[in-house]
Protein backbone atom coordinates (compact mmCIF):
# COMPACT_ATOMS: atom_id res chain seq x y z
CA UNK A 1 0.00 0.00 0.00
CA UNK A 2 1.04 3.79 -0.63
CA UNK A 3 1.83 5.95 2.19
CA UNK A 4 3.34 9.35 2.51
CA UNK A 5 5.84 10.38 5.38
CA UNK A 6 6.21 14.08 6.56
CA UNK A 7 8.66 13.92 9.13
CA UNK A 8 8.42 17.45 10.50
CA UNK A 9 5.40 18.19 12.31
CA UNK A 10 6.29 22.26 12.87
CA UNK A 11 8.80 24.04 11.17
CA UNK A 12 9.47 27.70 12.46
CA UNK A 13 11.30 30.16 9.72
CA UNK A 14 12.60 33.78 9.45
CA UNK A 15 10.83 36.06 7.54
CA UNK A 16 13.37 35.88 4.31
CA UNK A 17 15.18 32.53 4.84
CA UNK A 18 14.48 29.28 3.03
CA UNK A 19 12.52 26.78 3.98
CA UNK A 20 12.40 23.03 3.26
CA UNK A 21 10.23 20.62 3.56
CA UNK A 22 10.54 17.27 3.42
CA UNK A 23 8.48 14.20 2.46
CA UNK A 24 8.79 10.21 1.67
CA UNK A 25 7.02 8.38 0.25
CA UNK A 26 6.05 4.46 -0.23
CA UNK A 27 4.93 3.21 -3.84
CA UNK A 28 5.46 0.28 -5.76
CA UNK A 29 5.75 1.74 -9.32
CA UNK A 30 6.55 5.63 -10.56
CA UNK A 31 4.47 7.65 -7.99
CA UNK A 32 2.37 10.61 -9.28
CA UNK A 33 3.52 13.52 -6.65
CA UNK A 34 1.85 16.48 -5.11
CA UNK A 35 2.35 19.42 -2.85
CA UNK A 36 -0.87 21.16 -1.52
CA UNK A 37 -0.77 24.30 0.75
CA UNK A 38 -3.91 24.97 3.43
CA UNK A 39 -4.66 28.23 5.47
CA UNK A 40 -6.80 28.25 8.66
CA UNK A 41 -10.33 27.10 7.99
CA UNK A 42 -9.60 26.70 3.97
CA UNK A 43 -9.48 23.83 1.74
CA UNK A 44 -6.14 23.03 -0.13
CA UNK A 45 -4.41 24.71 -2.72
CA UNK A 46 -2.33 23.14 -5.22
CA UNK A 47 0.76 24.39 -4.90
CA UNK A 48 3.43 21.83 -7.71
CA UNK A 49 2.79 18.38 -9.23
CA UNK A 50 5.39 15.62 -10.85
CA UNK A 51 4.30 13.06 -13.06
CA UNK A 52 7.64 12.31 -15.25
CA UNK A 53 10.95 13.91 -17.00
CA UNK A 54 12.55 16.74 -15.32
CA UNK A 55 13.15 16.15 -11.43
CA UNK A 56 13.29 19.72 -10.18
CA UNK A 57 9.42 20.93 -11.00
CA UNK A 58 8.47 24.37 -10.46
CA UNK A 59 5.55 25.75 -8.99
CA UNK A 60 3.17 28.51 -7.88
CA UNK A 61 4.42 31.65 -5.06
CA UNK A 62 8.10 30.75 -5.91
CA UNK A 63 8.29 26.84 -4.13
CA UNK A 64 9.70 24.38 -5.92
CA UNK A 65 10.32 20.65 -5.43
CA UNK A 66 12.96 17.70 -6.52
CA UNK A 67 12.15 13.87 -6.64
CA UNK A 68 14.47 11.52 -5.87
CA UNK A 69 13.80 8.40 -6.94
CA UNK A 70 16.89 6.61 -5.07
CA UNK A 71 15.97 8.35 -1.48
CA UNK A 72 11.72 7.82 -2.45
CA UNK A 73 11.87 12.03 -1.35
CA UNK A 74 9.92 15.12 -2.55
CA UNK A 75 10.74 17.67 -0.88
CA UNK A 76 9.64 20.94 -1.19
CA UNK A 77 11.51 24.12 -1.06
CA UNK A 78 11.35 27.75 -1.18
CA UNK A 79 14.56 30.48 -1.56
CA UNK A 80 12.97 33.14 0.74
CA UNK A 81 10.14 32.73 2.57
CA UNK A 82 7.37 35.59 3.26
CA UNK A 83 4.78 36.07 6.24
CA UNK A 84 2.27 35.12 3.81
CA UNK A 85 3.81 31.32 3.27
CA UNK A 86 2.45 30.27 6.93
CA UNK A 87 0.19 27.68 6.54
CA UNK A 88 0.18 23.83 6.36
CA UNK A 89 1.43 22.03 3.61
CA UNK A 90 0.50 18.44 2.47
CA UNK A 91 2.84 16.27 0.74
CA UNK A 92 0.27 13.45 -1.67
CA UNK A 93 1.06 10.65 -3.97
CA UNK A 94 -1.47 9.43 -6.44
CA UNK A 95 -2.46 6.60 -7.37
CA UNK A 96 -2.83 4.62 -11.01
CA UNK A 97 -5.52 2.27 -9.57
CA UNK A 98 -9.22 2.71 -9.70
CA UNK A 99 -10.32 6.40 -8.48
CA UNK A 100 -7.22 8.81 -9.13
CA UNK A 101 -7.42 8.58 -4.89
CA UNK A 102 -4.58 10.42 -3.49
CA UNK A 103 -2.41 9.30 -0.35
CA UNK A 104 -1.80 12.43 2.12
CA UNK A 105 1.30 12.80 4.82
CA UNK A 106 0.07 13.89 7.89
CA UNK A 107 1.57 17.94 7.49
CA UNK A 108 3.35 20.25 8.10
CA UNK A 109 2.44 23.31 9.56
CA UNK A 110 4.75 26.46 8.93
CA UNK A 111 5.34 29.40 11.28
CA UNK A 112 6.89 32.24 10.28
CA UNK A 113 8.75 35.10 12.44
CA UNK A 114 9.00 38.36 11.54
CA UNK B 1 -15.84 31.24 -12.11
CA UNK B 2 -15.58 27.28 -11.67
CA UNK B 3 -14.72 26.02 -8.74
CA UNK B 4 -15.92 23.84 -5.46
CA UNK B 5 -18.54 25.11 -3.12
CA UNK B 6 -19.38 23.35 0.06
CA UNK B 7 -22.21 24.29 2.49
CA UNK B 8 -23.12 24.87 5.10
CA UNK B 9 -19.13 26.17 6.20
CA UNK B 10 -20.23 25.21 10.42
CA UNK B 11 -22.92 22.81 10.88
CA UNK B 12 -23.96 20.96 14.48
CA UNK B 13 -25.03 18.04 14.47
CA UNK B 14 -27.53 16.73 18.07
CA UNK B 15 -27.04 12.97 19.16
CA UNK B 16 -28.76 10.53 17.14
CA UNK B 17 -29.26 12.83 13.85
CA UNK B 18 -28.29 12.63 10.46
CA UNK B 19 -26.97 15.66 8.74
CA UNK B 20 -25.93 15.83 5.33
CA UNK B 21 -22.79 18.30 3.73
CA UNK B 22 -23.43 19.66 0.56
CA UNK B 23 -20.49 19.90 -2.73
CA UNK B 24 -20.94 21.28 -5.45
CA UNK B 25 -18.62 21.98 -8.74
CA UNK B 26 -18.92 23.33 -11.77
CA UNK B 27 -15.80 22.15 -13.56
CA UNK B 28 -17.12 19.67 -15.22
CA UNK B 29 -15.18 17.07 -13.73
CA UNK B 30 -16.19 13.45 -13.64
CA UNK B 31 -14.68 12.44 -9.83
CA UNK B 32 -15.11 13.90 -7.01
CA UNK B 33 -13.80 13.03 -3.12
CA UNK B 34 -14.73 13.61 0.29
CA UNK B 35 -11.99 13.43 2.74
CA UNK B 36 -11.93 14.06 6.50
CA UNK B 37 -9.49 16.26 8.49
CA UNK B 38 -8.33 16.23 11.87
CA UNK B 39 -5.48 17.26 13.99
CA UNK B 40 -2.53 15.98 12.88
CA UNK B 41 -4.14 13.30 10.88
CA UNK B 42 -3.44 14.39 7.55
CA UNK B 43 -6.51 13.87 4.78
CA UNK B 44 -8.56 10.11 5.29
CA UNK B 45 -10.48 9.24 2.63
CA UNK B 46 -14.42 8.72 2.86
CA UNK B 47 -15.92 8.01 -0.31
CA UNK B 48 -15.36 8.87 -4.11
CA UNK B 49 -17.13 8.99 -6.77
CA UNK B 50 -15.35 8.19 -10.68
CA UNK B 51 -18.74 8.68 -12.82
CA UNK B 52 -21.77 10.11 -12.26
CA UNK B 53 -24.48 6.77 -10.34
CA UNK B 54 -21.24 5.33 -9.18
CA UNK B 55 -19.23 5.87 -5.79
CA UNK B 56 -16.58 3.58 -3.97
CA UNK B 57 -15.62 3.52 -0.15
CA UNK B 58 -12.76 4.53 0.99
CA UNK B 59 -10.68 4.20 3.81
CA UNK B 60 -13.23 5.76 6.31
CA UNK B 61 -16.59 5.12 4.84
CA UNK B 62 -18.48 4.03 8.12
CA UNK B 63 -21.02 6.28 9.63
CA UNK B 64 -20.94 8.04 6.17
CA UNK B 65 -23.60 7.84 3.57
CA UNK B 66 -22.52 9.79 -0.39
CA UNK B 67 -24.99 9.91 -3.45
CA UNK B 68 -24.09 10.77 -7.41
CA UNK B 69 -27.38 11.07 -9.47
CA UNK B 70 -25.77 14.35 -10.70
CA UNK B 71 -22.57 14.72 -12.06
CA UNK B 72 -21.40 18.33 -10.46
CA UNK B 73 -22.99 17.56 -6.88
CA UNK B 74 -22.11 14.45 -4.11
CA UNK B 75 -23.71 15.15 -0.55
CA UNK B 76 -21.92 13.30 2.06
CA UNK B 77 -24.46 12.33 5.52
CA UNK B 78 -22.68 12.33 8.61
CA UNK B 79 -24.77 9.46 10.07
CA UNK B 80 -26.01 8.54 13.64
CA UNK B 81 -23.82 5.64 13.71
CA UNK B 82 -20.17 8.10 12.81
CA UNK B 83 -19.66 8.30 16.85
CA UNK B 84 -16.84 10.89 16.67
CA UNK B 85 -17.87 13.18 13.54
CA UNK B 86 -16.37 15.90 15.02
CA UNK B 87 -14.17 16.99 12.14
CA UNK B 88 -13.18 19.48 9.03
CA UNK B 89 -14.96 17.65 5.56
CA UNK B 90 -13.42 18.41 2.23
CA UNK B 91 -14.79 18.06 -0.94
CA UNK B 92 -12.70 17.37 -4.00
CA UNK B 93 -13.03 17.18 -7.68
CA UNK B 94 -10.64 15.89 -10.53
CA UNK B 95 -11.25 15.83 -13.98
CA UNK B 96 -10.91 11.99 -14.07
CA UNK B 97 -11.72 9.25 -12.16
CA UNK B 98 -9.46 6.72 -13.83
CA UNK B 99 -6.14 7.84 -14.73
CA UNK B 100 -3.18 8.90 -11.60
CA UNK B 101 -2.05 12.24 -12.80
CA UNK B 102 -4.57 13.97 -12.15
CA UNK B 103 -4.61 16.50 -9.31
CA UNK B 104 -7.42 17.00 -6.91
CA UNK B 105 -9.50 20.39 -6.45
CA UNK B 106 -10.36 21.40 -3.04
CA UNK B 107 -13.67 23.05 -1.83
CA UNK B 108 -13.47 25.24 1.47
CA UNK B 109 -14.82 22.97 3.90
CA UNK B 110 -17.14 22.00 6.06
CA UNK B 111 -16.61 22.34 10.03
CA UNK B 112 -18.78 19.66 12.06
CA UNK B 113 -19.51 19.97 15.28
CA UNK B 114 -21.09 18.02 18.05
CA UNK B 115 -23.65 19.96 20.09
Known amino acids: AQSVTQPDIHITVSEGASLELRCNYSYGATPYLFWYVQSPGQGLQLLLK??????LVQGIKGFEAEFKRSQSSFNLRKPSVHWSDAAEYFC????????????FGGGTRVLVKP | DGGITQSPKYLFRKEGQNVTLSCEQN?????MYWYRQDPGQGLRLIYYSQIVNDFQKGDIAEGYSVSREKKESFPLTVTSAQKNPTAFYLCASSISGTRGNQPQHFGDGTRLSIL
Open chain 1, 50 to 55: YFSGDT
Open chain 1, 92 to 103: AVGSLAAGNKLT
Open chain 2, 27 to 31: LNHDA
